[in-house]
């Protein structure tokens, strides 16, 4: 079975600076997908970014990136520039490539923004 | 375009009565899942819907716990008789394409939060 795990229960970054959220997961698997989903007080989870397991390029979405390390099964979040709205608990996500099957998740990461 | 989207956002029952949680998923999605979050922890799936064919329930409690998903579109999650142990986060979420295909992304909805007394 996989399992994902987040270390750090809270962390917290001054307003525009930049913050690294960490994730390790374990599989056997070698084609799967990864990723972060951000959580705000009210409860929906947001889909932040993806990284599919054979690429080898780490993916972007604007201000978010991932640093993906494929052999030590590491998938760790940047955020840079960061505002008061990405404040919010974190959960990184694994998933196999057999079609739609289910997300493990992480325990989380509770994000604090410090004005 | 809508997300997805549950009914009721909040639930306060007392203890051995039922409850119902409501899901409609994002239109046109063929995949439709039903999550539980604890207090602290990430969600963990309780069923997975492909159209009308629960293909994955292995984690549902069927003592107290059915689903279901009439016409591969609405889903209802229903608790009878709930305990106290209950109260949780229930999440809905879903996906467009089905098995043998690309995982694609998962879309959550709101979430249900459960107080039982």
């Known amino acids: 079975a996989q399992t994902v795990t987040q270390s750090q229960p809270e962390m917290s970054v001054q307003e525009a600076e930049t913050v690294t959220l960490s994730c390790t997961y374990d599989?056997?698997?070698?084609?799967?997908?990864l990723f972060w989903y951000k959580q705000p007080p009210s409860r929906q989870m947001i889909l932040v970014i993806r990284?599919?397991?054979?690429?080898?390029q780490n993916a972007t979405e604007n201000r978010f990136s991932v640093n993906f390390q494929k052999a030590a099964k590491s998938f760790s979040l940047k955020i840079s520039d960061s505002q008061l709205g990405d404040a919010a608990m974190y959960f990184c996500?694994?998933?196999?490539?057999?079609?739609?099957?289910?997300?493990?998740f992480g325990t989380g990461t509770r994000l604090t923004i410090i004005p | 375009e809508a997300g997805v989207v549950q009914s009721p956002r909040y639930k306060i029952i007392e203890k051995k009565q039922p409850v119902a949680f409501w899901c409609n998923p994002i239109?046109?999605?063929?995949?439709l899942y039903w999550y539980l979050q604890n207090l602290g922890q990430g969600p963990e799936l309780l069923i997975r819907?492909?159209?009308?064919?629960?293909?994955?329930d292995s984690q549902l409690p069927k003592d107290r716990f059915s689903a279901e998903r009439l016409k591969g579109v609405d889903s209802t999650l229903k608790i009878q008789p709930a305990e106290l142990g209950d109260s949780a986060v229930y999440l809905c979420?879903?996906?467009?394409?089905?098995?043998?295909?690309?995982?694609?992304?998962?879309?959550f909805g709101p979430g249900t939060r459960l107080t039982v007394l």
């Open positions: 979420a879903s996906s467009a394409r089905t098995s043998g295909s690309e995982t694609d992304t998962q879309y």
């Open positions: 599989t056997s698997e070698s084609d799967y997908y």
């Open positions: 990284q599919e397991a054979y690429k080898q």
């Open positions: 996500a694994y998933s196999s490539n057999f079609g739609n099957e289910k997300l493990t």
């Open positions: 239109s046109g999605h063929n995949t």
């Open positions: 819907y492909e159209n009308e064919e629960a293909v994955d």
